[in-house]
């Protein structure tokens, strides 16, 4: 071929300011451009038809597109989801106009601005937990270690449920290289786990929580629903909450996390695997209502860490479609936790026990880092933390 072409991906505008100078584009000419470089389609869903079609007209009239609903267009229909296509240069000049339009038109403008900017911005954060500093960059993916202090643990039988044999494996896992290290008193897997008392969470949990917090050089985050439980926990010491319901089972969760001014991870979550429209509009729609929960408790904005809950009232499909489309997540503007470790749908693809899965745990890493995760939740540290390097680093190089 004469011309030698091929397709390349630009996800933003820092991207393109990279791109450019390579083709020795002009300075003034690149600034300009890496508007134009940047293509984004943009779903936004229950738009009042009437609205829909100001939306569309605006968008036109820039240049971009603009899809709606043929009930839309004959207002048979009140509503209508509405995807919107164009460069970042048409969602620019669109927004300003959209500002001064009725119908909900000022709000859906803002929101735009606000997934733009998410998607535009890696969600960097800086942690100063304690005595420790975490860190959240585009240069590294960080490794949770899980620490399963409970006799039913899926993934190890209860292996590590006595208090030497846990803190043998918390020093291990920092060895092979874990930056935080999640502790859950409470089996939490979503078939066949025995619910307890926060009494007897705490029971278990604090006499390891105490001995790991003397000997770990990395922060300690705990696993639990309960905000007694973190309470205690956070009140020993303990860096950050993992909360598998999203601050959406006790309501004292999101107060005690504000209280005490830490991240915490807010997981997706619901009883049974059935949907009722788009399995990733289900679970961004759950996020942003823990996130509104939790800034009405007062948690900071640079605090939320989001979990898609792979497993997690979600069928083997299920989980696939959410790891396929991981990246929609990232419209949050939070930074990503990825918890695929050892799970049973891995195990349904390679028909392997679950200590055998570390394979299909490193490809739904890789494939996860490259889709947006900034945190991988694991089991086996020392393997995947060296998988994470590696895709870390073919990331980085892309646009070198």
Same mark, same amino acid.
């Given at each position: 071929?004469?011309?030698?072409?091929?397709? *390349?991906?630009?996800?933003?505008?820092?991207?393109?300011?990279?791109?450019?100078?390579?083709?020795?584009?002009?300075?003034?000419? #690149?600034?300009?451009? $890496?508007?134009? #470089?940047?293509?984004?389609?943009?779903?936004?869903?229950? =738009?009042?038809? /009437?609205?829909?079609?100001?939306?569309?007209?605006?968008?036109?009239? /820039?240049?971009? &597109?603009?899809? =709606?609903?043929?009930?839309?267009?004959?207002?048979?229909?009140?509503?209508?989801?509405?995807?919107?296509?164009?460069?970042?240069? @048409?969602?620019?000049?669109? %927004?300003?106009?959209?500002?001064?339009?009725?119908?909900?038109?000022? +709000?859906?403008?803002?929101?735009?601005?606000?997934?733009?900017?998410?998607?535009?911005?890696?969600?960097?954060?800086?942690?100063?937990?304690?005595?420790?500093?975490? $860190?959240?960059?585009?240069?590294?993916?960080?490794?949770?270690? %899980?620490?399963?202090?409970?006799?039913?643990?899926?993934? !190890?039988?209860? +292996?590590?449920?006595?208090? !030497?044999?846990?803190?043998? @494996?918390?020093?291990?896992?920092?060895?092979?290289?874990?930056?935080?290290?999640?502790?859950?008193?409470?089996?939490?897997?979503?078939?066949?786990?025995? +619910? *307890?008392?926060?009494? &007897?969470?705490? !029971?278990?949990?604090?006499?390891?929580?105490?001995?790991?917090?003397? *000997?770990?050089?990395?922060?300690?985050?705990? !696993?639990?629903?309960?905000?007694?439980?973190?309470?205690?926990?956070?009140?020993?010491?303990? @860096?950050?909450?993992?909360? %598998?319901?999203?601050?959406?089972?006790?309501?004292?969760?999101?107060?005690?996390?504000? &209280?005490?001014?830490?991240?915490?991870?807010?997981?997706?979550?619901?009883?049974g695997t059935a949907y009722q429209r788009d399995i990733m509009s289900h679970i961004l729609e759950f996020l942003r209502y823990s996130i509104e929960i939790g800034e009405a408790a007062?948690?900071?904005?640079?605090?939320?860490?989001?979990?898609?809950?792979?497993?997690?009232?979600?069928?083997?499909?299920?989980?696939l479609v959410v790891l396929a489309r991981l990246d929609e997540l990232t419209s949050l503007g939070c930074p990503v936790l990825l918890g695929t470790s050892r799970k049973r749908f891995?195990?349904?693809?390679?028909?392997?026990?679950?200590?055998?899965?570390?394979?299909?745990?490193?490809?739904? =890493?890789?494939?996860?880092?490259?889709?947006?995760?900034? *945190?991988?939740?694991? @089991?086996? =540290?020392?393997?995947?933390?060296?998988?994470?390097?590696?895709?870390?680093?073919?990331?980085?190089?892309?646009?070198?």
């Amino acid at each position: 071929m004469q011309y030698n072409m091929r397709v *390349i991906e630009i996800k933003n505008q820092e991207q393109a300011r990279k791109e450019l100078p390579k083709i020795k584009c002009d300075p003034g000419g #690149a600034a300009i451009m $890496s508007n134009k #470089a940047v293509y984004k389609t943009i779903k936004v869903e229950n =738009v009042l038809s /009437k609205a829909s079609l100001i939306l569309k007209q605006t968008f036109l009239s /820039k240049g971009g &597109e603009a899809s =709606v609903s043929r009930g839309a267009a004959d207002f048979s229909d009140q509503y209508t989801d509405v995807l919107l296509s164009g460069s970042l240069k @048409h969602f620019k000049q669109c %927004i300003p106009q959209l500002k001064v339009q009725p119908w909900g038109l000022k +709000k859906l403008a803002e929101e735009l601005e606000a997934v733009i900017a998410a998607s535009e911005n890696f969600p960097q954060r800086t942690y100063k937990l304690g005595q420790h500093r975490l $860190s959240i960059t585009p240069e590294k993916t960080l490794v949770m270690g %899980i620490l399963n202090f409970t006799p039913d643990s899926f993934s !190890d039988g209860g +292996k590590f449920n006595n208090i !030497d044999a846990a803190l043998k @494996h918390a020093e291990q896992m920092i060895k092979e290289g874990a930056d935080i290290i999640d502790i859950g008193a409470e089996s939490t897997r979503p078939y066949g786990s025995e +619910k *307890i008392s926060a009494e &007897e969470e705490l !029971d278990r949990l604090m006499p390891v929580l105490e001995k790991v917090l003397t *000997i770990s050089s990395v922060p300690v985050s705990i !696993d639990t629903y309960k905000g007694s439980v973190a309470r205690e926990a956070l009140k020993a010491g303990a @860096h950050m909450i993992n909360d %598998i319901w999203g601050l959406q089972f006790d309501p004292e969760m999101a107060k005690v996390v504000a &209280e005490y001014n830490v991240p915490v991870v807010i997981m997706h979550n619901q009883e049974g695997t059935a949907y009722q429209r788009d399995i990733m509009s289900h679970i961004l729609e759950f996020l942003r209502y823990s996130i509104e929960i939790g800034e009405a408790a007062g948690i900071s904005a640079d605090n939320f860490i989001v979990d898609p809950g792979i497993g997690f009232g979600k069928s083997p499909s299920d989980n696939l479609v959410v790891l396929a489309r991981l990246d929609e997540l990232t419209s949050l503007g939070c930074p990503v936790l990825l918890g695929t470790s050892r799970k049973r749908f891995i195990g349904d693809i390679l028909n392997a026990l679950p200590s055998e899965r570390v394979e299909g745990t490193g490809a739904t =890493v890789a494939l996860g880092i490259t889709k947006g995760a900034n *945190i991988v939740r694991v @089991h086996d =540290v020392q393997a995947i933390a060296r998988i994470t390097r590696i895709t870390d680093a073919i990331i980085n190089a892309k646009y070198q």
